[in-house]
Protein backbone atom coordinates (compact mmCIF):
# COMPACT_ATOMS: atom_id res chain seq x y z
CA UNK A 1 0.00 0.00 0.00
CA UNK A 2 1.30 3.60 -0.64
CA UNK A 3 0.33 6.37 1.74
CA UNK A 4 0.79 9.76 2.34
CA UNK A 5 -0.24 11.42 4.82
CA UNK A 6 -0.64 15.43 5.30
CA UNK A 7 0.61 17.02 8.35
CA UNK A 8 1.78 20.85 8.87
CA UNK A 9 5.43 21.69 8.64
CA UNK A 10 7.42 23.12 11.53
CA UNK A 11 10.20 23.86 10.02
CA UNK A 12 11.93 27.36 10.50
CA UNK A 13 14.08 27.64 7.64
CA UNK A 14 12.14 30.60 5.23
CA UNK A 15 9.25 29.21 3.43
CA UNK A 16 10.57 29.44 0.27
CA UNK A 17 13.01 26.66 0.65
CA UNK A 18 9.34 24.17 0.49
CA UNK A 19 8.23 26.36 -2.27
CA UNK A 20 11.58 25.76 -4.36
CA UNK A 21 11.86 22.22 -3.30
CA UNK A 22 8.31 22.00 -4.68
CA UNK A 23 8.72 24.05 -7.93
CA UNK A 24 11.63 21.67 -8.94
CA UNK A 25 10.16 18.48 -8.01
CA UNK A 26 9.67 17.57 -11.62
CA UNK A 27 13.10 17.94 -12.65
CA UNK A 28 14.64 17.26 -9.20
CA UNK A 29 16.55 13.45 -10.15
CA UNK A 30 16.97 14.65 -14.21
CA UNK A 31 19.10 17.80 -12.63
CA UNK A 32 20.89 15.28 -9.73
CA UNK A 33 22.24 12.87 -12.34
CA UNK A 34 23.31 15.37 -14.90
CA UNK A 35 24.67 18.20 -12.02
CA UNK A 36 26.54 15.58 -10.69
CA UNK A 37 27.43 13.09 -13.65
CA UNK A 38 25.60 9.75 -12.23
CA UNK A 39 27.77 10.06 -8.71
CA UNK A 40 24.57 10.81 -6.54
CA UNK A 41 23.71 7.01 -7.33
CA UNK A 42 26.83 5.72 -6.43
CA UNK A 43 26.86 7.73 -3.23
CA UNK A 44 23.84 6.68 -2.04
CA UNK A 45 24.65 2.77 -2.64
CA UNK A 46 27.46 3.37 -0.71
CA UNK A 47 25.42 5.05 2.57
CA UNK A 48 22.65 2.33 2.13
CA UNK A 49 25.51 -0.67 2.43
CA UNK A 50 27.80 1.28 4.85
CA UNK A 51 24.29 1.23 7.60
CA UNK A 52 24.83 -2.84 7.46
CA UNK A 53 21.06 -3.18 8.39
CA UNK A 54 19.65 -6.78 8.59
CA UNK A 55 17.86 -8.40 5.93
CA UNK A 56 14.29 -7.43 7.79
CA UNK A 57 15.41 -3.93 9.27
CA UNK A 58 12.98 -0.95 10.45
CA UNK A 59 14.35 2.37 8.07
CA UNK A 60 13.21 5.84 8.19
CA UNK A 61 14.34 7.95 5.51
CA UNK A 62 14.37 11.84 6.15
CA UNK A 63 13.45 14.04 3.72
CA UNK A 64 13.65 11.00 1.39
CA UNK A 65 12.70 13.28 -1.56
CA UNK A 66 11.90 11.68 -4.90
CA UNK A 67 11.94 8.58 -2.96
CA UNK A 68 16.08 7.08 -4.38
CA UNK A 69 17.39 6.27 -1.16
CA UNK A 70 14.32 4.21 -0.44
CA UNK A 71 14.53 2.39 -3.96
CA UNK A 72 18.38 1.29 -2.92
CA UNK A 73 17.21 0.26 0.88
CA UNK A 74 14.84 -1.89 -0.95
CA UNK A 75 17.35 -3.01 -3.55
CA UNK A 76 19.68 -4.38 -1.24
CA UNK A 77 17.83 -5.25 1.49
CA UNK A 78 14.38 -6.11 0.15
CA UNK A 79 12.65 -7.28 3.44
CA UNK A 80 13.36 -3.80 4.80
CA UNK A 81 10.28 -1.80 6.04
CA UNK A 82 11.14 1.75 5.17
CA UNK A 83 9.51 4.89 5.90
CA UNK A 84 10.05 8.05 4.02
CA UNK A 85 9.24 11.29 5.23
CA UNK A 86 9.26 14.68 3.41
CA UNK A 87 7.55 18.36 3.70
CA UNK A 88 7.24 18.54 -0.07
CA UNK A 89 4.17 16.65 -0.97
CA UNK A 90 5.01 17.45 -5.01
CA UNK A 91 8.45 15.53 -4.05
CA UNK A 92 6.78 12.64 -2.21
CA UNK A 93 3.88 11.85 -5.56
CA UNK A 94 6.54 11.27 -7.40
CA UNK A 95 8.54 9.06 -4.46
CA UNK A 96 5.03 7.28 -4.75
CA UNK A 97 4.90 7.11 -8.59
CA UNK A 98 8.17 5.51 -8.63
CA UNK A 99 8.14 2.87 -5.94
CA UNK A 100 4.89 1.52 -7.67
CA UNK A 101 7.32 1.46 -11.03
CA UNK A 102 10.40 -0.17 -9.18
CA UNK A 103 9.05 -1.69 -6.26
CA UNK A 104 5.48 -1.76 -5.77
CA UNK A 105 5.59 -4.84 -3.36
CA UNK A 106 8.16 -3.51 -1.27
CA UNK A 107 6.99 -3.22 2.19
CA UNK A 108 6.60 0.68 3.50
CA UNK A 109 4.87 4.18 3.22
CA UNK A 110 5.66 7.66 2.57
CA UNK A 111 4.31 10.64 4.90
CA UNK A 112 4.42 14.31 4.58
CA UNK A 113 6.12 15.43 8.00
CA UNK A 114 9.02 17.79 8.88
CA UNK A 115 12.42 16.22 10.40
CA UNK A 116 12.40 18.17 13.24
CA UNK A 117 8.82 16.32 14.12
CA UNK A 118 8.59 12.85 12.46
CA UNK A 119 5.40 11.40 13.43
CA UNK A 120 6.98 7.74 15.16
CA UNK A 121 7.40 6.70 18.81
CA UNK A 122 10.81 6.64 20.01
CA UNK A 123 12.90 3.85 19.68
CA UNK A 124 11.39 1.79 16.83
CA UNK A 125 13.95 1.94 13.96
CA UNK A 126 17.03 0.18 13.41
CA UNK A 127 18.42 2.91 10.77
CA UNK A 128 17.54 6.54 9.89
CA UNK A 129 19.10 7.68 6.97
CA UNK A 130 19.12 11.53 5.33
CA UNK A 131 20.75 12.08 1.97
CA UNK A 132 20.99 16.11 0.81
CA UNK A 133 18.99 16.92 3.18
CA UNK A 134 19.92 18.11 6.33
CA UNK A 135 21.71 21.05 5.16
CA UNK A 136 17.99 22.52 4.76
CA UNK A 137 17.30 22.09 8.72
CA UNK A 138 17.97 25.33 10.38
CA UNK A 139 18.22 23.71 13.81
CA UNK A 140 20.45 20.59 12.92
CA UNK A 141 21.11 19.13 16.48
CA UNK A 142 17.41 19.06 17.54
CA UNK A 143 17.34 16.86 14.00
CA UNK A 144 19.77 14.70 15.21
CA UNK A 145 18.63 14.54 18.59
CA UNK A 146 15.01 13.24 17.00
CA UNK A 147 16.87 10.94 15.22
CA UNK A 148 18.47 9.57 17.99
CA UNK A 149 15.27 9.10 19.95
CA UNK A 150 13.71 6.98 16.89
CA UNK A 151 16.42 4.48 16.71
CA UNK A 152 16.58 1.55 18.67
CA UNK A 153 19.95 0.77 21.16
CA UNK A 154 22.48 -0.05 18.61
CA UNK A 155 21.02 1.78 15.53
CA UNK A 156 22.52 3.62 12.89
CA UNK A 157 22.27 7.16 11.27
CA UNK A 158 23.55 7.33 8.23
CA UNK A 159 24.31 11.40 6.83
CA UNK A 160 24.77 11.72 3.32
CA UNK A 161 25.51 15.83 2.35
CA UNK A 162 27.50 17.26 -0.34
CA UNK A 163 30.51 19.02 0.81
CA UNK A 164 33.74 21.42 -0.19
CA UNK A 165 37.04 19.39 -1.59
CA UNK A 166 40.07 20.72 0.09
CA UNK A 167 42.96 20.79 -2.44
CA UNK A 168 43.38 23.54 -4.26
CA UNK A 169 42.98 23.25 -7.62
CA UNK A 170 39.96 20.87 -7.21
CA UNK A 171 38.24 23.29 -5.03
CA UNK A 172 38.83 26.50 -7.29
CA UNK A 173 37.52 24.04 -10.27
CA UNK A 174 34.44 23.09 -8.26
CA UNK A 175 33.42 26.57 -6.80
CA UNK A 176 33.52 27.91 -10.40
CA UNK A 177 31.28 24.57 -10.89
CA UNK A 178 28.92 24.77 -8.30
CA UNK A 179 28.48 28.79 -8.41
CA UNK A 180 28.66 29.66 -12.09
CA UNK A 181 28.19 26.63 -13.92
CA UNK A 182 25.33 24.52 -11.64
CA UNK A 183 22.92 27.61 -11.13
CA UNK A 184 23.44 28.12 -15.42
CA UNK A 185 22.32 24.88 -15.95
CA UNK A 186 19.88 23.93 -13.17
CA UNK A 187 18.10 26.99 -14.00
CA UNK A 188 17.87 26.77 -17.45
CA UNK A 189 16.18 23.12 -17.33
CA UNK A 190 14.05 23.92 -14.17
CA UNK A 191 13.29 27.81 -14.76
CA UNK A 192 14.00 28.51 -11.12
CA UNK A 193 17.01 30.06 -11.04
CA UNK A 194 16.66 30.99 -6.92
CA UNK A 195 16.88 27.38 -6.42
CA UNK A 196 20.47 26.51 -8.10
CA UNK A 197 21.39 29.69 -6.50
CA UNK A 198 20.06 28.46 -2.78
CA UNK A 199 21.95 25.16 -3.62
CA UNK A 200 25.59 26.45 -3.36
CA UNK A 201 25.07 28.43 -1.03
CA UNK A 202 23.70 26.08 1.27
CA UNK A 203 26.65 23.95 0.36
CA UNK A 204 29.13 26.11 1.37
CA UNK A 205 27.42 27.01 4.93
CA UNK A 206 27.20 23.49 6.20
CA UNK A 207 29.71 22.61 9.02
CA UNK A 208 33.41 21.17 8.27
CA UNK A 209 32.89 17.29 8.36
CA UNK A 210 34.72 17.35 12.04
CA UNK A 211 32.33 20.18 13.22
CA UNK A 212 28.81 18.37 12.05
CA UNK A 213 30.42 14.99 13.58
CA UNK A 214 30.62 16.85 16.62
CA UNK A 215 27.44 17.97 15.80
CA UNK A 216 26.41 14.16 15.87
CA UNK A 217 28.41 13.39 19.47
CA UNK A 218 26.50 16.11 20.93
CA UNK A 219 23.27 14.18 20.35
CA UNK A 220 24.20 11.25 21.46
CA UNK A 221 25.66 8.85 18.74
CA UNK A 222 28.95 7.09 19.28
CA UNK A 223 31.52 5.56 17.18
CA UNK A 224 30.83 8.85 14.64
CA UNK A 225 33.00 8.06 11.21
CA UNK A 226 32.67 10.49 8.38
CA UNK A 227 34.43 9.63 4.94
CA UNK A 228 34.60 12.03 1.94
CA UNK A 229 33.33 10.23 -1.13
CA UNK A 230 34.63 11.47 -4.60
CA UNK A 231 37.27 13.52 -3.69
CA UNK A 232 35.30 15.50 -0.74
CA UNK A 233 32.41 17.00 -3.05
CA UNK A 234 30.01 14.32 -0.90
CA UNK A 235 30.49 13.17 2.69
CA UNK A 236 29.29 10.12 4.09
CA UNK A 237 28.69 10.43 8.45
CA UNK A 238 27.98 7.24 10.09
CA UNK A 239 27.05 6.57 13.95
CA UNK A 240 25.50 4.74 16.66
CA UNK A 241 22.88 4.55 18.95
CA UNK A 242 24.64 2.83 22.01
CA UNK A 243 23.00 -0.29 23.05
Known amino acids: MHMVELSMSKNTQPGFVKNMFGAIAPYYDFLNRLLSMRQDVCWR ?11 DARVMDAACGTGDVMLELWRQKPGAYVCGIDFSTEMLFIAVNKKGR ?32 IRN ?25 LS ?6 LKALYLYY ?9 GLFSKNLAAYRY ?8 PEPEAFAGLM ?18 TLYIGQRPD
Open 137 to 161: VAERSRALSEFFSLLKPGGVLAVLE
Open 164 to 169: TPHPRV
Open 199 to 206: LPDSVLNF
Open 217 to 234: AAAGFRQVKWQPLSAGIA
Open 178 to 186: FQKILPAVG
Open 45 to 55: RRMVTAMNLSE
Open 102 to 133: AAGSAKGFFAAADVLSPPFLPHIFDGISIAFG
